[in-house]
């Protein structure tokens, strides 16, 4: 491999971006795309949807193109899941989270709430949201959920989540206040396709209503929109 594409590789790692490599097997040539680069300037159109697809699973498949074998691999940190707001939900699915191979982050400014003591062995972020996510890199492989019930909270957080390439996006909150929500982020210049991708009320209608309950339906859609 050579050293610039190698180069290349570490810094889309460093930044938490998930990238590509495509190897051609009979030849010597490698192209890295990232997911923020365009891949019709970089890859031939039928590798395209491929890539794309690599981009959110992990691994490698090999590929017949004609009469050149390809290797399509996939270079990318764990999936990572912000978590907005110190609550009891928080509390059991971020536990579960982790069970299931995520890296989780949890923002709330309320110190009272977000303690070590109450979300043991995981980063917490005591900032606002929207000071916090300024520093924090949405990628397609990571989800945000935000579950505090306080729209000065959760609100930039989902501003933020949507100006992303976040794969999944949860809201807390009954109909009745996650349509009072869109209304004020429709608002703020959002339009209802990007509004569509809040998963609002959160999590898949499983009928639980106890904190560990909606974790575990929360998780369930996360994965559910993983694989899609």
Known sequence: MKRELLARIVTAQASGQAAVLVRDLAGDEQILVTEDETLEDKLPAELIDEARSAMRRDGARTLEIGDRRVLVQSLAPPYRLVVVGAVHI???????????????????PRRAFATPERFPGIVIDNRWPQEAFRETALTSRTAVVTLSHDAKIDEPALTAALQSKAFYIG?????????KRLERLAAAGFDEPQLARIAGPIGLPLGGRAPAEIAVSILAQLIQARYA
């Open 90 to 108: 928080s509390q059991a699915l971020i536990p579960m989270a982790r069970i299931a191979g995520y890296d989780v982050e949890l923002v709330d």
């Open 171 to 179: 809201a807390l909150g009954s109909r009745k206040n996650h349509a």
